[in-house]
């Protein structure tokens, strides 16, 4: 058999097609089985669907299925076609046979294809005849999801060919190529905590601002399925819709056309690799002279951030160290030792002795050096990242969550507010030492008298006009006492939080990024609720808004003491438009208590006929009603005196089982991201769709002062 | 021709080849011989493609062997450690080198395999370490090579099938020209084989002659020296020197005729020169740079 050409060789090809097939065999089996069962059904007639279902079936594959099992499967057909790469006696005879490298390099890749490929056209091939049989053949979404899944494809493939040119070891592949592939996400999570946990105000959130260097993380995030409904009547029954898959696009598909690009450099790369690639390499775990420091160092540096900080947290975390001196030093001694391990772990495995100790001294010292660096920069702020305050003219937006509500500012329209903001920040930076002292006592028992004191969550978002963001979160110890002392970061945020300005960004009145989208009034002493019509949302909305502008809807209260609220309270949620970032969060709520001088808003809900004057009790008044009422259920007049049998007793609801699902849902999507609040209790007892549909269960317990004003929202 | 010129290797900073040179003459059969870790199979890797030199220059027929695929399909080679796929047959494998080597004859495969009486149907994996090595020269021998490259060959075969397999290899050798490159510690047998042998040691050949050449450069005397001398004159230049009864064993590095010259101012009594073997050549030519000859005997 004459070779036509050195870059191909046919009997190799099936050698390795051949060899392996247990692997593409299993695989391809595997895949035929959901569509092998869908055949089935449908010819029971268990199964009918649309082609437009397939479609989103195919995209879901797309999206999410694909990425993440040729993530594991494309490395395994790696391991397979270049195995021959990891020990001397085949390395010796695959590169003793009469073909180039580049002939071995391109034999062996399309053989890995192939068997990356067999699998998903098996699975293809059977989701045709399943689709056949259930008449909903469309070959167009078939069409780019074979397109899209080959690319995948390729780059899984490319990228774990890359990473078998740089390890001599079988073992070692796998372990290099899912480091690779996650690498960027776990260094920010490593980095990311330990500047959260050393820099003042810096918020621990993960960003994903490298999570393009992780594309399975970054196809399912941001490759996405769009899908539209419509209503149609059900067969029938003429009064009754449902919904119906209207129509399924792919957003961002062309990422998977950008890494299958990414896969052909990987490719190169890969070639590149191994045309200088030395035989002799065959077992090492690093093939590539230049790779070993990169190995050695990059593991003593992983090790030293994650174990480092996890050593930190067995060993210190138990110790009340808030002087930062006194955190950095056994940080510094945990990282240096995890790192020295990760130094010295490496170093055996690259000489595959555990005696690598001798002349060693100069990479540990490197190693030891980094690590008090890294440690000192991050740890005194040399770069100055706590104190950073963005000016206003580089700001795009700001959102801001403080006294349990979200804010929004906008520079060209909030420009006196974002200053004050920016000085209520300032503040908090210059009072770092006391802040952060009081933090770490961590409960106001330690700090101070509980009445007086209390924690409170102050997160800022500057979103800059270059793309950056400047996040900032801090757990504010606040006390009456600097309350009122001028100077103090205390004071500045009360001043700041119970503007009037503020008030009225709070309420959102009139400001067409955000739309009302429903609301509903609490009424505690009827222990009954409504939900606001549409029309009667813009009405009380703009009653609020005069009262707030008149000075009457009161001042937040920071430590849960003011009783004189009315008990009743009213409960806005909002859409967010306009703004592509705010867009993102989707929906927004408010919680107004109402108060006495509140009377624009009063004569509203009267004339709306939610409201009687015998509505009207304060909390301290309600809380007296409500322990009444708990005398009353234990010992009624007829029985007064008389010591009852618990058994006797009817059970008393818990007011959380008559917290209606939609409130409950409140804290996360008014919470910053990642950020754990408080939780709000409801607003209203009951869903309730209509006016005077009263509770009118005598057994159904109110909720406590204690809880209503847990809610803590403005005019509390 | 086979031809090493100044060819260097280093593993990780160690000089495995030291500036190693030798020329295998087209259609002779050279042995190469030396110490464990001397260099043989590494220079081996390199006549094979397997390795790439960092210096120097490694050659066959005056085409460089790295990467010439073209001229590897001329060179056929064993390991001392064969590989084969698991878990294939001889008939598997057979199909897989005749896939790489356009010469590959499956006419003297066929006649091959009444000679090793092998079941080509069985798995390598299953057959004998000795059977193994008969599969590796049967396909090898069927690749119809003109440079055949041999690592310690005959390890593990009887001494039968090791007549065999000579036989056969000095068939291709008288029939085809085949040059054939060997590297054994067997001295013994590779002096029935070899017509010219190169020694190695610490990366470098130290001498590479014909087997004629060598012999006539070191001779081997029995010497019986009148009353009155009782040691070997240190002027004789003597390699190595032992002592019988009055019986004097003297290697010189020299002819024969040399030899008994110098020693004839001695007047001897008695002087007979002995034809060295291969074994004697590489002990006393290593014994010059510091050999421990006790450890190189097999």
Same mark, same amino acid.
């Given at each position: 058999?004459?070779?036509?050409? #050195?870059?191909?060789?046919?009997?190799?090809?099936?050698?390795?097609?051949?060899?392996?097939?247990?692997?593409?065999?299993?695989?391809?089996?595997?895949?035929?089985?959901? %569509?092998?069962?869908?055949?089935?059904?449908?010819?029971?007639?268990?199964?009918?669907?649309?082609?437009?279902?397939?479609?989103?079936?195919?995209?879901?594959?797309?999206?999410?299925?694909?990425?993440?099992?040729?993530?594991?499967?494309?490395?395994?057909?790696?391991?397979?076609?270049?195995?021959?790469?990891?020990?001397?006696?085949?390395?010796?005879?695959?590169?003793? !046979?009469?073909?180039?490298?580049?002939?071995?390099?391109?034999?062996?890749?399309?053989?890995?294809?192939?068997?990356? $490929?067999?699998?998903?056209?098996?699975?293809?091939?059977?989701?045709?005849?399943?689709?056949?049989?259930?008449?909903?053949?469309?070959?167009?979404? !078939?069409?780019?999801?074979?397109?899209?899944?080959?690319?995948?494809?390729?780059?899984?493939? #490319?990228?774990?060919?890359?990473?078998?040119?740089?390890?001599?070891?079988?073992?070692?592949?796998?372990?290099?190529?899912?480091?690779?592939?996650?690498?960027?996400?776990? +260094?920010?999570?490593?980095?990311? @905590?330990?500047?959260?946990?050393?820099?003042?105000? !810096? #918020?621990?959130?993960?960003?994903?601002?490298?999570?393009?260097?992780?594309?399975?993380?970054?196809?399912?995030?941001?490759?996405?399925?769009?899908?539209?409904?419509?209503?149609?009547?059900?067969?029938?029954?003429?009064?009754?819709?449902?919904?119906?898959?209207?129509?399924?696009?792919?957003?961002?598909?062309?990422?998977?056309?950008?890494? $299958?690009?990414?896969?052909?450099?990987?490719?190169?790369?890969?070639?590149?690799?191994?045309?200088?690639?030395?035989?002799?390499?065959?077992?090492?775990?690093?093939?590539?002279?230049?790779?070993? %420091?990169?190995?050695?160092?990059?593991?003593?540096?992983?090790?030293?951030?994650?174990? &480092?900080?996890?050593?930190?947290?067995?060993?210190?975390?138990?110790?009340?160290?808030?002087?930062?001196?006194? *955190?950095?030093?056994?940080?510094?001694?945990?990282?240096?030792?995890? &790192?020295?391990?990760?130094?010295?772990?490496?170093?055996?495995?690259?000489?595959?002795?555990?005696?690598?100790?001798?002349?060693?001294?100069?990479?540990?010292?490197?190693?030891?050096?980094?690590?008090?660096?890294?440690?000192?920069?991050?740890?005194?702020?040399?770069?100055?990242?706590?104190?950073?305050?963005?000016?206003?003219?580089?700001?795009?937006?700001?959102?801001?969550?403080?006294?349990?509500?979200?804010?929004?500012?906008? %520079?060209?329209?909030?420009?006196?507010?974002?200053?004050?903001?920016?000085?209520?920040?300032?503040?908090?930076?210059?009072?770092?030492?006391? $802040?952060?002292?009081?933090?770490?006592?961590?409960?106001?028992?330690? #700090?101070?008298?509980?009445?007086?004191?209390?924690?409170? /969550?102050?997160?800022?978002?500057? +979103?800059?006009?270059?793309?950056?963001?400047?996040?900032?979160?801090?757990?504010?110890?606040?006390?009456?006492? *600097?309350?009122?002392?001028?100077? @103090?970061?205390?004071?500045?945020?009360?001043?700041?939080?119970?503007?009037?300005?503020?008030?009225?960004?709070? +309420?959102?009145?009139?400001?067409?990024?955000?739309?009302?989208?429903?609301?509903?009034?609490?009424?505690?002493?009827?222990?009954?609720?409504?939900?606001?019509?549409?029309?009667?949302?813009?009405?009380?909305?703009?009653?609020?808004?005069?009262?707030?502008?008149?000075?009457?809807?009161?001042?937040?209260?920071?430590?849960?003491?003011?009783?004189?609220?009315?008990?009743?309270?009213?409960?806005?949620?909002?859409?967010?438009?306009?703004?592509?970032? !705010?867009?993102?969060?989707?929906?927004?709520?408010?919680?107004?208590?109402?108060?006495?001088?509140?009377?624009?808003?009063?004569?509203?809900?009267?004339?709306?006929?939610?409201?009687?004057?015998?509505?009207?009790?304060?909390?301290?008044?309600?809380?007296?009603?409500?322990?009444?009422?708990?005398?009353?259920?234990?010992?009624?007049?007829?029985?007064?005196?008389?010591?009852?049998?618990?058994?006797?007793?009817?059970?008393?609801?818990?007011?959380?089982? @008559?917290?209606?699902?939609?409130?409950?849902?409140?804290?996360?999507?008014?919470?910053?991201?990642?950020?754990?609040? /408080?939780?709000?209790?409801?607003?209203?007892?009951?869903?309730?769709?209509?006016?005077?549909?009263?509770?009118?269960?005598?057994?159904?317990?109110?909720?406590?002062?204690?809880?209503?004003?847990? $809610?803590?929202?403005? &005019?509390? | 021709?086979?031809?090493?010129?100044?060819?260097?290797?280093?593993? =990780?900073?160690?000089?495995?080849?030291?500036?190693?040179?030798?020329?295998?003459?087209?259609?002779?059969?050279?042995?190469?011989?030396?110490?464990?870790?001397?260099?043989?199979?590494?220079?081996?890797?390199?006549?094979?493609?397997?390795?790439?030199?960092?210096?120097?220059?490694?050659?066959?027929?005056?085409?460089?062997?790295?990467?010439?695929?073209?001229?590897?399909?001329?060179?056929?080679?064993?390991?001392?450690?064969?590989?084969?796929?698991?878990?294939?047959?001889?008939?598997?494998?057979?199909?897989?080198?005749?896939?790489?080597?356009?010469?590959?004859?499956?006419?003297?495969?066929?006649?091959?395999?009444?000679?090793?009486?092998?079941?080509?149907?069985?798995?390598?994996?299953?057959?004998?370490?000795?059977?193994?090595?008969?599969?590796?020269?049967?396909?090898?021998?069927?690749?119809?090579? =003109?440079?055949?490259?041999?690592?310690?060959?005959?390890?593990?075969?009887?001494?039968?099938?090791?007549?065999?397999?000579?036989?056969?290899?000095?068939?291709?050798?008288?029939?085809?020209?085949?040059?054939?490159?060997?590297?054994?510690?067997?001295?013994?047998?590779?002096?029935?084989?070899?017509?010219?042998?190169?020694?190695?040691?610490?990366?470098?050949?130290?001498?590479?002659?014909?087997?004629?050449?060598?012999?006539?450069?070191?001779?081997?005397?029995?010497?019986?020296?009148?009353?009155?001398?009782?040691?070997?004159?240190? =002027?004789?230049?003597?390699?190595?020197?032992?002592?019988?009864?009055?019986?004097?064993?003297?290697?010189?590095?020299?002819?024969?005729?040399?030899?008994?010259?110098?020693?004839?101012?001695?007047?001897?009594?008695?002087?007979?020169?002995?034809?060295?073997?291969?074994?004697?050549?590489?002990?006393?030519?290593?014994?010059?740079?510091?050999?421990?000859?006790?450890?190189?005997?097999?």
């Amino acid at each position: 058999m004459k070779l036509k050409t #050195s870059f191909f060789n046919p009997t190799l090809y099936r050698k390795n097609l051949t060899r392996f097939w247990p692997l593409w065999g299993l695989t391809s089996f595997f895949g035929a089985l959901i %569509p092998i069962s869908g055949i089935m059904m449908c010819l029971n007639g268990d199964l009918k669907t649309t082609a437009l279902e397939f479609k989103e079936v195919y995209y879901n594959a797309i999206v999410y299925f694909a990425p993440v099992v040729l993530l594991c499967y494309c490395i395994l057909c790696a391991m397979a076609v270049w195995s021959y790469l990891y020990n001397a006696r085949s390395v010796g005879m695959m590169h003793t !046979l009469p073909i180039s490298r580049e002939g071995l390099f391109v034999t062996n890749f399309l053989s890995g294809l192939t068997m990356v $490929a067999i699998p998903w056209a098996v699975t293809a091939l059977f989701c045709v005849i399943l689709s056949i049989v259930a008449k909903s053949f469309s070959a167009g979404p !078939l069409f780019v999801t074979i397109l899209c899944v080959a690319g995948e494809g390729l780059f899984y493939f #490319s990228s774990a060919t890359a990473a078998a040119f740089i390890t001599g070891n079988v073992f070692a592949l796998p372990l290099l190529y899912f480091l690779f592939h996650f690498l960027a996400p776990l +260094l920010e999570a490593l980095i990311g @905590t330990l500047s959260s946990n050393l820099i003042f105000g !810096l #918020s621990h959130i993960y960003t994903g601002v490298a999570d393009w260097l992780s594309p399975t993380v970054y196809i399912i995030k941001n490759v996405k399925i769009n899908r539209t409904y419509t209503q149609i009547p059900v067969p029938g029954q003429p009064n009754i819709t449902e919904s119906v898959l209207a129509s399924v696009t792919l957003e961002k598909g062309w990422l998977i056309a950008v890494y $299958a690009l990414v896969g052909l450099a990987l490719l190169g790369v890969a070639y590149m690799l191994y045309r200088y690639r030395k035989s002799e390499c065959a077992g090492e775990v690093i093939a590539m002279g230049w790779g070993r %420091p990169v190995f050695r160092y990059g593991i003593a540096a992983l090790l030293a951030l994650g174990g &480092g900080q996890l050593l930190y947290i067995i060993i210190f975390n138990s110790f009340d160290l808030d002087q930062d001196p006194y *955190r950095i030093l056994p940080l510094i001694f945990c990282m240096l030792i995890a &790192g020295l391990i990760g130094y010295y772990g490496a170093s055996m495995l690259l000489a595959k002795t555990l005696r690598v100790f001798k002349g060693s001294q100069r990479g540990a010292a490197i190693v030891a050096a980094g690590c008090v660096i890294a440690c000192c920069v991050v740890g005194f702020d040399m770069l100055g990242v706590a104190k950073r305050v963005p000016s206003a003219d580089s700001v795009k937006y700001v959102r801001l969550y403080a006294a349990n509500n979200t804010y929004y500012l906008f %520079p060209d329209e909030d420009a006196d507010v974002l200053e004050e903001l920016r000085d209520v920040h300032k503040a908090i930076i210059a009072e770092k030492n006391y $802040a952060q002292k009081m933090m770490n006592a961590r409960t106001i028992e330690d #700090s101070g008298d509980f009445e007086k004191s209390t924690y409170v /969550t102050f997160r800022v978002t500057y +979103l800059l006009k270059n793309g950056l963001n400047v996040d900032r979160n801090y757990f504010l110890y606040l006390t009456k006492d *600097r309350m009122e002392e001028p100077g @103090t970061y205390d004071n500045a945020l009360d001043r700041f939080i119970n503007s009037t300005e503020m008030k009225l960004r709070r +309420l959102r009145f009139d400001d067409p990024r955000f739309i009302i989208e429903n609301g509903n009034i609490n009424i505690q002493k009827r222990d009954d609720g409504f939900e606001f019509s549409s029309r009667e949302l813009s009405e009380v909305l703009a009653a609020i808004a005069d009262d707030a502008k008149a000075g009457t809807w009161g001042q937040y209260d920071w430590f849960d003491e003011d009783n004189t609220t009315y008990a009743v309270s009213m409960f806005f949620w909002y859409s967010i438009n306009d703004v592509e970032e !705010l867009a993102s969060r989707g929906m927004d709520n408010i919680t107004v208590y109402l108060r006495p001088g509140m009377t624009n808003t009063i004569n509203c809900l009267k004339k709306m006929g939610y409201l009687e004057d015998g509505d009207l009790v304060t909390q301290a008044e309600m809380q007296k009603i409500w322990e009444e009422r708990d005398r009353m259920m234990k010992y009624p007049p007829d029985m007064a005196g008389v010591e009852l049998d618990a058994a006797t007793l009817e059970p008393i609801d818990s007011p959380s089982e @008559t917290i209606p699902p939609e409130a409950e849902s409140v804290t996360p999507e008014t919470a910053p991201e990642g950020e754990t609040v /408080t939780p709000q209790p409801a607003p209203v007892t009951e869903p309730v769709t209509n006016p005077g549909a009263a509770n009118n269960n005598p057994n159904s317990a109110p909720q406590t002062p204690a809880e209503s004003s847990a $809610a803590s929202s403005m &005019g509390s | 021709m086979i031809q090493a010129e100044n060819v260097v290797k280093l593993f =990780d900073g160690f000089r495995a080849l030291d500036g190693a040179s030798l020329t295998v003459p087209t259609g002779s059969v050279y042995g190469l011989v030396g110490p464990n870790g001397a260099g043989k199979s590494t220079i081996i890797r390199h006549f094979t493609g397997i390795y790439r030199q960092d210096a120097g220059a490694v050659q066959m027929n005056g085409e460089n062997v790295w990467e010439n695929p073209a001229l590897k399909e001329k060179i056929a080679a064993i390991p001392d450690d064969w590989f084969y796929f698991n878990p294939s047959t001889v008939r598997d494998m057979m199909k897989f080198y005749r896939g790489f080597y356009p010469r590959f004859s499956m006419e003297r495969y066929e006649k091959l395999k009444e000679v090793f009486q092998i079941d080509e149907k069985r798995v390598i994996r299953r057959l004998s370490k000795g059977m193994q090595k008969q599969v590796a020269f049967w396909l090898t021998l069927c690749c119809m090579p =003109d440079f055949l490259i041999l690592d310690e060959p005959v390890d593990g075969l009887d001494p039968v099938m090791r007549r065999q397999v000579w036989s056969l290899v000095m068939g291709d050798v008288s029939q085809n020209g085949t040059t054939v490159l060997v590297s054994s510690h067997n001295l013994r047998e590779l002096e029935d084989v070899c017509d010219h042998v190169g020694i190695m040691d610490h990366g470098k050949v130290l001498l590479e002659r014909s087997l004629e050449q060598l012999q006539d450069n070191m001779v081997k005397l029995q010497v019986v020296f009148p009353e009155g001398v009782t040691e070997v004159p240190a =002027d004789l230049g003597a390699l190595h020197a032992s002592k019988t009864g009055r019986v004097h064993t003297i290697i010189m590095r020299m002819s024969a005729a040399e030899a008994e010259e110098r020693i004839a101012v001695y007047q001897p009594i008695v002087m007979e020169a002995l034809p060295l073997t291969l074994e004697e050549i590489f002990i006393y030519e290593l014994g010059g740079v510091d050999y421990e000859v006790k450890d190189i005997l097999l």
